[in-house]
């Protein structure tokens, strides 16, 4: 089986061009300098019918760390700063995880030239990319396809960059690959 690194991934999966500041579709979810705040919860009946599935919450935001962050002057600073947390079965909230989102334009089969975010964890532990679906829906995606051929992806979601303890990863189970998020009010991503 082949693989493929994340820039191999990138140019098979996409032809990535600077996205001016009028193209950024992702502005319909995150408008400048405006906390943001996008959830999943999936209920014990979604729960039971998929066993595999080890997420019962997942969270992205745009809070005031995520602001200061894209603030920075220089080339460090991301696009986009987000961050994502979890809720697993049985088991506590982990995160937030700091992501540094840069916009690419996807020519994935499918996609039709949609935008899609590709998000870094800022503390090394993994990758994923984000679909705008509009100004309040949000794909969260670990991995993809190329040629028929999973390509896996993870993202480690923890408390701090400075603990690799406690560190949960999501993306060896198809069941945690794919997740489709809607607006909530900012304040209910606050801690």
């Known amino acids: 089986m082949r693989t493929f690194g994340r820039p191999a991934l990138a140019a098979l999966l996409s ?15 995150f408008p400048e300098e405006t906390e943001a705040c ?11 019918a998929n ?3 080890s997420v019962a919450e997942i969270v992205i935001a745009r809070d005031r760390a995520a602001l200061r962050r894209e603030a920075i002057d220089g080339p460090e600073a991301p696009q986009l700063a987000l961050a994502v947390s979890a809720r697993l079965r049985g088991s506590g909230r982990v995160g937030p995880e700091p992501l540094d989102c840069h916009g690419l334009r996807a020519w994935e089969v499918g996609e039709g030239g949609r935008e899609r975010l590709q998000c ?4 090394g532990r993994g990758d ?14 670990i ?19 400075s603990r690799e303890s406690d560190v949960v990863w999501l993306g060896d189970k198809a069941a945690d690959r794919v997740f489709v998020l809607e607006r909530a009010p900012a304040a209910r991503c606050r801690p």
């Open 51 to 53: 066993p595999a599935q």
């Open 38 to 48: 996008f959830i999943r919860r999936y209920d014990r009946t979604h729960l039971a």
């Open 120 to 123: 870094a964890s800022a503390c």
């Open 15 to 29: 032809v990535p061009s600077a996205l001016s500041a009028g193209a950024t579709e992702y502005r319909l979810a």
């Open 143 to 161: 991995g993809g396809t190329v040629e028929g051929q999973h390509l896996p992806h993870a993202i480690g979601i923890g408390r701090s960059c």
């Open 128 to 141: 994923v990319d984000i679909l705008v679906e509009g100004p309040n829906r949000l794909v969260l995606r």
